[in-house]
Every structure is written in C-alpha cells, then in structure tokens.
C-alpha cells in the first residue's frame, strides 16, 4: 500500500493528479481550502481509498496537522505531491519588501516546511516520491511576474539540493513545470487579456495558442499523467529533475 499526499487537489491539476493517483491504487489524501470540492472528488472515485483533509496550507499549524493525521492513521506517507498557487503579477518596480516574504510563505515555505516534516518517514522506509508542481517562470523569467519567477527558481533550487540529500535512499524530488493548462488560471488569464487589450475571448485564446507550438493549451490530466509516472515504482532512477509539461512552448532552460 503506498499513501500519497495530494494539495492543492480541488481543482485543476491537483484535482486530475488526485483521480490519477487513486486510479493507479494510491490511498490519496486530498488536501485543500474548499472542504466541498474535496468531498466531491471522493464522490466521483467511489472507492475507500480517498481521505479528505481540508485546510490552508499557508498555515504552519495545518501543515502540522495533516502530516500528523496521515502519519497516525496509516503509518506512512509515499507520495508528497506539493501543488500551491504563485503570487500574483506584478513588475520588479511595483514589488515591496513584504511582498517577497508573503509569496515565499505562499510556496516555497509550506513546500519546504511538509518536505521536512515527510522526508524522515520515506528515508525510514527506503521509499519516497516527492513532486513539487512549480512553473515555468522558475526558468525563464516572463514580463509582469517578477515574484513568480523568483518563487519557483526558489523551489527548483532547493529540489535539486533535496534530491542530492535523499537519493541514497530511494527517495526522488522532481520538479513539475505546467505551461499553458486549460484550468481555472488559464480561465482567469484570458479574461484578463481580453479585458485589459480591448478583445473578444476568443481572439485572447488565439493569442495564447501562438506562443504554443502545439498550438492549444494543455489538460490537467496531461500534467497528472507526468505526476502518476513519477509516483511510481518505475521513476526510481530519476530524481534532481524540472519536467516542462508545455506543449513545447519553453525554449530556453
């Protein structure tokens, strides 16, 4: 029995990595501020392997909790799939001192703070999967998201020094990076565009499309796709990783 831990998994791609996870005999444990979307995932599995743990991960006290709860109730955590939003946009100029700090408690901090408390458990059972979903913006820079960008180098950074540390023991840290996926982000980022430029929504997508040489955006589950194969036994030899899921839109890493 391996045990996965899945935030982030209300929606979007944490949703799709969750349905992944249990598809492939996982008990997941889903973790997320909307206690209803959680519970409604557990519906649509069916089965007796979905656990819910609602909360805000941004919490040290939660974050505590969670990994105390999984550990009491089965003894192990497998699977660490760490899944939290960026900061929002905003230029290097517009951006204050307490504004690093807060988008760094928003992510790296909370990726960090739950890879500490789970890691001791994987290194004692010779086992561990731990998968931070970053961003592209951790590699290349994009204009208007300065805060992004300095989060998500933040945490490939530290995965790769991780990876180093646990490999002995049979535990990998990789990085995911998601480009263009149709989520409620995407929703929000063509909203935004077509506000902002004066164009219709479809016209927006289709400005999108051209930076995507796949030429549309990417599913969820193409991103869980990736998060299932490197939770599984068969990804042992590949660790210290940052894996674009992008449709080919990064150039430059």
Do not use: W
Request: proline content about 5%; charged content about 20%.
């Amino acid at each position: 029995m391996r045990v996965a831990v899945v935030l982030g998994a209300g929606h979007g791609i944490g949703r799709a990595t969750a349905l992944q996870l249990l598809s492939k005999g996982h008990v997941t444990v889903l973790s997320a501020r909307t206690e209803s979307a959680l519970e409604e995932i557990a519906e649509l599995s069916g089965g007796p392997d979905v656990h819910v743990f609602p909360g805000d991960v941004t919490s040290q006290a939660f974050r505590a909790k969670l990994v105390d709860h999984v550990e009491r109730r089965f003894g192990r955590i497998d699977v660490l799939v760490n899944n939290a939003p960026g900061p929002a946009p905003g230029t290097f100029d517009s951006t204050e001192v307490g504004d690093v700090t807060a988008a760094m408690e928003r992510k790296l901090v909370p990726y960090l703070d739950l890879i500490k408390s789970v890691a001791p458990m994987m290194v004692r059972n010779e086992f561990g999967r731990i998968i931070n979903i970053v961003g592209n913006i951790g590699k290349e820079p994009a204009p208007g998201m300065f805060l992004s960008g300095l989060v998500n180098a933040a945490v490939a950074n530290a995965s790769k020094y991780l990876a180093s540390q646990y490999a002995p023991h049979n535990v990998t840290v990789n990085c995911v990076h998601p480009g263009t996926i149709r989520t409620r982000r995407y929703d929000r980022a063509v909203e935004h565009m077509s506000r902002t430029r004066g164009v219709s929504r479809s016209e927006a997508e289709d400005r999108l499309k051209q930076a995507i040489p796949m030429a549309r955006p990417g599913k969820a589950e193409e991103v869980a796709a990736l998060i299932g194969f490197l939770a599984s036994e068969e990804a042992s030899y590949l660790t210290g990783q940052q894996i674009s899921v992008d449709g080919g839109q990064l150039t430059c890493v």
